[in-house]
């Protein structure tokens, strides 16, 4: 198999694309049953505001877009 990950600076929010050529999966099909893995990533982006796309077919390998928000130094509390 062979992942790839591209990290980008878009609009004020942090881009991160991951694509393997694997196995890939049916989406539609994936249930809590399975695994949790999923359902945590979805709930840890929701948490910091982010969101995700998943694009998977089986024997077409995976596609996961992350898209995480970013504030400027201005917008966040110091620490002093």
């Keep these: 198999s062979e992942v790839k990950i591209a990290l980008r ?8 694309t991951v694509v393997d050529n694997g196995r890939g ?7 809590p049953a399975k695994g949790n893995g999923l359902a945590n990533m979805k709930n840890r982006l929701q948490r910091v505001g ?3 796309q998943i694009f998977s077919e089986p ?3 995976t596609r996961v877009e ?8 201005s917008e966040t509390e110091k620490i002093s």
């Design 66 to 73: 992350i898209s995480l928000p970013v504030q400027s130094v």
């Design 25 to 31: 999966f049916d989406c539609t099909a994936t249930s």
């Design 59 to 61: 024997g077409k390998g």
């Design 50 to 52: 982010g969101t995700w």
């Design 9 to 16: 600076l878009e609009n004020r929010s942090i881009r991160i």
